[in-house]
């Protein structure tokens, strides 16, 4: 299965054209959050439909820049994977939305609210032979979760849950400046990088939870 992951376009659409020309055919597109810039729902639902016209399969989350209107918007269409799980073609795919607390200004989650959105997803798609995480925060403490400054700002709950159920793979965003591949235990941790500047990843998921990955700039 060929996943796209773009994450934090903060309304860009021209920029979500070129990446989906640029990156070719995918079997799921997923949208890590950020798809606004404290935009409304209406702009993050249209970035869902240019994703969509490509004829891939798309899940997304809401970001830090986004709101619970876009994660409602996001539900609305069918492509919401906050507290929820999906499963495509014998892989179990799960999410979470928003960024840990910061200073309130911005669409943030408890660590409690982000372990619940992950656990409601591990129910619908734990019996799928190999599972996926899209969140928009990275886990904490690994390569991909830390800023310019030198701090660790990923989500504790996010790290919590990848060590108790191995994922095969999460797919985040949220740091643009870290971007890059980690492992942490047997999951692989993609931070797919700012695709308002062209960042993206496109990642083979083989059928025993394999996983390649390249990043890619359009």
């Not at 729902?41 to 490509?54: D, G, N, S, Y």
């Not at 849950?161 to 793979?169: T, Y």
């Not at 394999?210 to 700039?217: D, G, I, K, Q, S």
Request: aromatic share 4%; hydrophobic share 45%.
């Amino acid at each position: 299965m060929r996943l796209l992951g773009i994450t934090d376009l903060h309304g860009q659409q021209d920029m979500l054209r070129q990446i989906l020309h640029h990156a070719g055919a995918a079997d799921v597109i997923l949208l890590g959050g950020d798809l606004t810039n404290f935009g409304t729902a209406l702009i993050a639902v249209k970035m869902v439909e240019i994703a969509q016209a490509t004829g891939a399969r798309v899940l997304a989350v809401a970001g830090n820049c986004d709101s619970p209107e876009i994660d409602s918007a996001l539900r609305r269409l069918g492509v919401s994977l906050f507290h929820q799980g999906v499963v495509i073609e014998e892989v179990g795919f799960l999410g979470v939305s928003a960024m840990p607390p910061w200073h309130g200004t911005m669409y943030e989650l408890s660590e409690d609210q982000i372990a619940q959105s992950l656990q409601d997803g591990w129910h619908q798609v734990q019996e799928a032979p190999v599972q996926v995480v899209v969140s928009h925060p990275p886990p904490y403490d690994t390569p991909v979760d830390l800023t310019a400054r030198g701090e660790h700002v990923g989500s504790r709950a996010l790290r919590e849950f990848i060590l108790e159920h191995e994922p095969a793979l999460v797919v985040c965003g949220h740091i643009h400046e870290a971007r890059g591949v980690a492992q942490l235990g047997s999951t692989v941790v993609v931070n797919c990088g700012p695709g308002m500047d062209g960042r993206y990843a496109v990642i083979d998921l083989e059928p025993d939870g394999t996983v390649n990955v390249e990043l890619r700039r359009a």
